[in-house]
């Protein structure tokens, strides 16, 4: 619990308004996607990076958690109070401050929802590619933490590749500035980098500085289905042999394809057993003839229908489908542990039959959807509260087969909570001291999102 004093301390510093303490305020930032609760003592919504230092330096000396929190969609616990403290939430911190044309950069608040700035970069005609399915509330800060990746990956990259700098506050009080408003500094070590990913657990972004790109001229969008997840997936191999990278290449299995359309009372699959969701774009003539050659493959694959969408509204009708996946699945049971394994592309279909085997073993419906062109999976272990012990131990073998296919057991929620135990199964003891060595360095009391990402 927080001393009488520090607690008037915070309020000094952000504002009484601006100082949550009542029970029914912190509920609402108790949760993050994965509905494992926790709660903070107190909440603060600083305005300035000039108070985020302030809270710090103070957290700092109370040794009290400080847990920073963009709009709690994240998927691994990373902005749960788990051990309670003080969340910072960044909703005042909300503006995007530039959008430059000739430099092609946005600076922006880590407030900003990632949705609002792809827009007002489509204004301008640039393009902010990274593309998170939840890119409708998430915000650019917990993106940056966590290093979001979502649609676009498999052409564009994630949020790492747009990151130009940052600025961070530290718990010394100290603000500073990483990268720059270039493409190009190599001047030190990459902090950006470092920050980019590191779930709060090194110090706080209040701005950051993203590269943009020239929006392209044309996007053209296909829905392709399939008797099952098999051939589906055979036709990656047939797109990468005619050296098309589409800008999105997504993967929806029966269960998953099923509870979406069964949640947005809609009929796309006609009973298929699963879906490839492919985008190309850039000038209009390519995007065509990739779609083409890509829709060609399909039905060769054996496609039983298609449906190419003709207008904006019906590739959105489409991507409806897609981003409602994860919220339509606890339709299925109450309980899901859903992860983000990635592996190389080729080893899709062995990894795919792993878990249909880790399935049988435990007798649990696992359903699997996601970003199919970079090789990250959303593998989904359904499960009812009782057969949770169940539903951890098949993670784990699917984590171990992920790791012996040389994958990584995240590829873009955050190790955060929910993976902390099982770290040791990628990251090697000697890899792991490192880290922890650098966590020292930028956060010596350990008062930064303390439980993440080590156990
Ligand atoms: C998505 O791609 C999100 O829809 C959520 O990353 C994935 O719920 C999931 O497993
Ligand atoms: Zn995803």
Redesign the pocket.
Known sequence: MLKPAFVKELRSIVGTENLLTEPEELTVYAYDATRSPGRPWAVARPAAAREVARVLEAADRERVPVVPRGAGTG?SGGSVPSEGGVVLSFERMSSIREIDEADRIAVVEPGVITGDLQREAEKRGLFYPPD???SAFCTIGGNVAECAG??RAVKYGVTRDYVLGLEVALPSGRIIRTGARTFKSVAGYDLTRLFVGSEGTLGVVTEIVLRLLPLPEAVRTVAAFFPDAERAIAVLPLIAGRRIIPRALEFVDRGALQAAESHLAIDLSGGAGSMLLIETDGPALSADREIDTIEALCREAGAVRTIRAATPEEQQRIWKLR?S??PA?YALKPKKL???IVVPVSRIPEMLQRIAAIGNKYGLLIVNF??AGDGNI?V?VMHEEEERPKAEQAVREIFEAVVRLQGSITG??GIGLAKAAYLPLEIGPDAIAVMRNIKKAFDPNNILNPGKIFL
């Open positions: 998927m998170p399915a939840s979502g649609l981003k996946i994860s699945l859903n992860e983000d996601g970003h959303h989904n873009e929620h």
